[in-house]
């Protein structure tokens, strides 16, 4: 009997097989769809930056069983499905049970469903039907066949209904606890397990009563199952349900959007940014910037030196404000850099020996052919460091250098760098570039300003952990030094000697740069470990009037240096590479002093030189009157007169050599400098030699020394008609040391004298002849 029936067992066992097989073809699993996914973009600790929800709206943070807390899945098994690991999808005690209970109280008990059956009511919603049920166990059979428990356990973590849009423990964990689910207390794990089943009505954020009696109940179960220990359960028991309010997380919205564009696909995106120096920087920018003009703008850029990864990134005030354009990333735009590439040009002219830290410029009024640069506030400091220089942030001595490194050349190694500048259609780098006139991105500059702290090599800002490490060598270690000891230098505005200890503070090699028209203002330092770079203006490119890079950026980027952590020796200077010494040299030549010729040394300076090159004064370009450097010259022994190679007398002769400065320099000098450097008067009976042939310059139309007053009941400005007579080159016109006009040659010039008080007016003309005369406007 038995072997009559055993073909025929088989035979249906196939049978069923066959259809099942049938079935499972004809009905796939309906797995999840990864396009149009939703993802997260996290901090470098995990902490969600900004959730990206899916096509229908949902909010989900991908997880993993190993990702979440073993107390979490101790409490989901143990009160929703003990037999997990070895059913194959269907519990059938379970649904007995169940059945049975519901048959004899007339309503449901307990329910039979595992967690299998969840994900496949979840992955195939059905209606409560029998045939529900039927299709329901089905695809739980299903499930078990084609995936593994862990792959089932890790679609019910991310898909569990948490209430509102909001689905998976790792989303849930966040939006109703602040904490990531690995770090789930008892209390916590016990009411995310139960909070699926009901998560309408048991939202804690709604019916917190509600979600403490579920809780407690999922606690009394695992205390009877003695899975946790009695203790463990009575304290928490105690601990209270507290829930925050649903909200998704907004923090470094534009660099998450920006690293959810480069990977569409990915359901999770781990960041570079430390989250609580991100939260800190987003309400510190919010709250400074909170008084500032309409549609006002910032941006905040903070990296770490040893690796270029960002540690916050801040792309504008805030993010959802349309009156400010929150939704443009500043950090990536495009904007005049105003002076801030200036430390990369004295570096490059330190590596080409044209310059050491106190090579004498001369900031006064000069052209660079059509080019006429003037400085911020139009005032001028004649003679001036090189090192000065940069750290006032001069527009005249940063063209000058320019002029001899090359726009192209200057360009070129920035780009090689990783700092790509943008031009207008058809324009060529040109000398206008050093004073803003070309396009950068915060993200590059402050790429490059770390190479000061990095032994002068520049990187590529890194905002994820595998991004890759691009490092470009921008300047050599000395000069890298020489300019960050230059900026560090640069006392911070508003501090006084003695009103603190700087020795507690990180040194910044910090500067500022602003571009035309109050366009853009900007704050870039480098500190041992970070550099942190500050950009605020209008993203339509409009004027802020008044803003500028000292007053508008710099206070914000202080306050994020002193913000930033600290570690010993991040105020201590460090000592310079082997290729840098510190030299003295003398003013006007640039060289070090002669000791059989102290005559030559002017004023003394204590200079950082670069592999022992001293390089000399620049050769004026333009002055037909002389070229600063070093003059021999023969006098006469008695009388002190220049003797030149024919005389009709006899003389004793004696050689002597001059010092001479640059002659734009000549109205800032002393009487005593100016007289030192003066040819002496050449010998009556001495043939010319040339040397003595000058320029005589006269201011006419004022009188030095006069008074002036506003006619009697006269309201009108007081104006003065002069002329500089003497020369046909162009003229630049300096009241108080500040440029207020030109003329050409002896053209009349119109002089506004309608401010009261003691003043100098100097007439300077590209030969290096000048005038000056001063005057009195009473009140």
């Not at 354009?325 to 990369?344: C, E, I, N, Q, Y």
Request: with cysteine; net charge positive.
């Amino acid at each position: 009997m038995r072997k009559r029936w055993a073909p025929w067992a088989m035979l249906a066992a196939l049978s069923v097989l066959i259809v099942a097989m049938l079935l499972d073809l004809a009905f796939p699993l309906p797995l999840p769809d990864t396009r149009g996914a939703g993802g997260v973009v996290v901090a470098r600790d995990g902490t969600p930056l900004r959730a990206f929800a899916d096509r229908g709206g949902v909010w989900r943070h991908p997880t993993t069983p190993e990702q979440v807390s073993p107390l979490y899945l101790q409490a989901l098994i143990g009160y929703e499905d003990r037999w997990f690991w070895s059913h194959p999808g269907i519990n059938p005690i379970a649904l007995g049970r169940a059945g049975w209970q519901w048959v004899r109280n007339g309503h449901v008990v307990s329910g039979g469903s595992t967690l299998t059956m969840q994900v496949a009511r979840l992955l195939d919603p059905h209606s409560r039907s029998l045939w529900g049920k039927v299709r329901q166990l089905a695809r739980a059979v299903q499930l078990e066949v084609h995936l593994s428990k862990r792959e089932i356990l890790t679609l019910y973590l991310d898909r569990a209904p948490y209430g509102g849009t909001i689905e998976g423990i790792e989303a849930a964990s966040w939006a109703y606890l602040g904490k990531p689910a690995s770090q789930l207390s008892h209390a916590e794990a016990a009411l995310l397990a139960v909070l699926p089943q009901s998560p309408s009505r048991l939202r804690p954020d709604r019916a917190p009563e509600l979600a403490r009696v579920a809780r407690d109940k999922v606690l009394a179960r695992m205390a009877e199952q003695g899975t946790w220990s009695k203790q463990d359960v009575e304290e928490a028991r105690i601990e209270p349900v507290v829930a925050r309010a649903l909200q998704p997380p907004h923090y470094a919205a534009l660099l998450a959007q920006r690293l959810r564009d480069e990977q569409p696909n990915a359901p999770r995106i781990r960041s570079t940014l430390d989250i609580d120096l991100q939260r800190m920087l987003e309400d510190r920018v919010a709250t400074y910037f909170s008084d500032l003009p309409p549609r006002t703008s910032a941006a905040l850029l903070v990296i770490d030196n040893a690796t270029l990864e960002a540690r916050a990134y801040v792309g504008s005030v805030a993010f959802a404000d349309k009156d400010r354009l929150g939704h443009v990333d500043m950090v990536k735009a495009w904007r005049s850099p105003g002076s801030t590439l200036k430390p990369f040009l004295y570096g490059l002219a330190l590596d080409d020996g044209l310059i050491h830290s106190e090579s004498l410029l001369v900031d006064a009024p000069q052209s660079f052919g059509d080019y006429r640069p003037g400085n911020f506030d139009m005032a001028f400091n004649g003679p001036i460091a090189a090192s000065e220089a940069l750290r006032l942030s001069l527009n005249v001595p940063a063209v000058d250098l320019l002029d001899r490194v090359g726009p192209t050349r200057f360009a070129a190694r920035l780009a090689n760098a990783g700092i790509d500048l943008k031009w207008p259609a058809g324009a060529a780098p040109n000398l206008s570039m050093i004073l803003g006139g070309t396009g950068a991105r915060l993200e590059d500059l402050v790429g490059a300003y770390a190479a000061l702290n990095r032994d002068g090599v520049a990187g590529r800002v890194r905002y994820t952990p595998d991004a890759p490490k691009i490092e470009r060598r921008l300047l050599s270690p000395g000069a890298a030094w020489i300019v960050r000891d230059i900026l560090e230098a640069h006392p911070r505005p508003g501090t006084a000697p003695d009103t603190f200890d700087p020795q507690s503070r990180m040194r910044v090699a910090w500067k500022t740069g602003t571009s035309y028209g109050y366009r853009d203002a900007w704050a870039l330092g480098s500190t041992r470990r970070y550099t942190v770079g500050v950009w605020v203006g209008r993203p339509d490119g409009t004027p802020m009037p008044g803003q500028y890079g000292a007053m508008t950026a710099l206070p914000l980027l202080f306050d994020t240096i002193d913000s930033l952590p600290t570690s010993p020796g991040d105020a201590t200077p460090r000592p310079p590479p082997p290729d840098v010494e510190r030299v003295d040299v003398c003013w006007p030549l640039g060289l070090p002093p002669d000791p059989n010729a102290p005559q030559l040394c002017r004023r003394k300076r204590s200079a950082w030189v670069l592999d022992g090159v001293i390089p000399p004064t620049f050769a004026e370009r333009d002055a037909r009157l002389w070229s600063a450097g070093r003059e021999r010259i023969d006098v006469d022994a008695t009388t002190g007169q220049r003797l030149t190679a024919d005389c009709t007398q006899a003389h004793t002769r004696r050689s002597e050599d001059i010092a001479r400065w640059p002659a734009l320099a000549s109205p800032w000098l002393s009487a005593d400098a100016r007289a030192a450097a003066r040819m002496p008067p050449r010998a009556i009976d001495c043939t010319p030699d040339g040397r003595d042939a000058t320029e005589e310059l006269r201011i006419d139309g004022l009188v030095d020394k006069a008074t002036l007053a506003r006619p009697p009941n006269s309201a009108a400005p007081l104006r003065l008609r002069v002329r500089a007579i003497g020369s046909d080159a162009r003229v630049r016109w300096l009241l108080d040391g500040r440029l207020v006009g030109e003329s050409k040659g002896g053209d009349a010039w119109d002089l506004d004298a309608s401010t009261a008080g003691a003043h100098t007016l100097t007439a300077l003309a590209e030969t290096g002849a000048w005038a000056s005369i001063a005057f009195k406007v009473l009140r």
